[in-house]
């Protein structure tokens, strides 16, 4: 079975720019978590989305959004991007709609400069 | 304000002995914990968990012993191995709908051949 998948792998932005990432989970699950991971940092959860609908959320301001589509995929959008959103971001999917294991895209480095 | 700490950034050990990596909480709502690997240019693996109405889990070399009372669990991987050289970070979620995980910052771990 093929794992999760994230592009685009690196990504450098502009300050100002918006971006938007994307996410295949695992083939049959239906839930879909981001997170951002900065040096030193843990990984901070931003979303869930459980078929096409947001099931959490975490304590990011309105520039970050996302989505998901009936099969499944994500994407994450961040607008107007400041210096500190550089960062790795990281997609997670599970099977269960309330499942504690996670199975972890290999990210995508976005640097805004 | 972490609610969950690991506060040794790193740790260094010796091929064949034992690695025990820490982890700390101070939310008593958390009742499932999880231990994820990380390599370079990876997303994180997830390796073990415990539930709190145990006090200990293990799979292989792999063990986790959790202590409630001090909101305490710690990782022991013996032998260790120089392919067990990564990050490590717990992670502790709550019980009910919202099971969003809160991570700690991580611990690299480097097993000397």
């Known amino acids: 079975k093929a794992g999760v998948t994230q592009t685009p792998r690196y990504l450098i932005k502009t300050r100002g720019q918006q971006v938007t990432l994307s996410c295949s989970p695992i083939s049959g699950h239906r839930s879909v978590s981001w997170y951002q991971q900065t040096p030193g940092q843990g990984l901070q959860f931003l979303f869930e989305y459980f078929s096409e609908t947001q099931r959490n959320k975490g304590n990011f301001p309105g520039r970050f959004s996302g989505r998901q589509f009936s099969n499944s995929r994500s994407e994450m959008n961040v607008s107007t991007l400041e210096l500190g959103d550089s960062a790795l971001y990281l997609c997670?999917?599970?099977?269960?709609?309330?499942?504690?294991?996670?199975?972890f895209g290999p990210g995508t480095r976005l640097t805004v400069t | 304000d972490q609610q969950v700490k690991q506060n040794s950034p790193s740790l260094s050990v010796q091929e064949g002995r034992i690695s025990i990596l820490n982890c700390d909480y101070t939310n008593s709502m958390f009742d499932y914990f999880l231990w994820y690997k990380k390599y370079p240019a990876e997303g994180p693996t997830f390796l073990i968990s415990?539930?709190?109405?145990?006090d200990k889990n293990e799979d292989g070399r792999f063990t986790v012993f959790l202590n409630k009372s001090a909101k305490h669990l710690s990782l022991h991987i013996v032998p260790s191995q120089p392919g067990d050289s990564a990050v490590y970070f717990c992670a502790a979620s709550p019980s009910g709908g919202s099971y969003i995980p809160t991570f700690g910052r991580g611990t690299s771990l480097i097993v000397h051949p």
């Open positions: 415990i539930s709190s109405i145990k």
């Open positions: 997670a999917s599970s099977a269960q709609q309330v499942s504690y294991e996670q199975y």
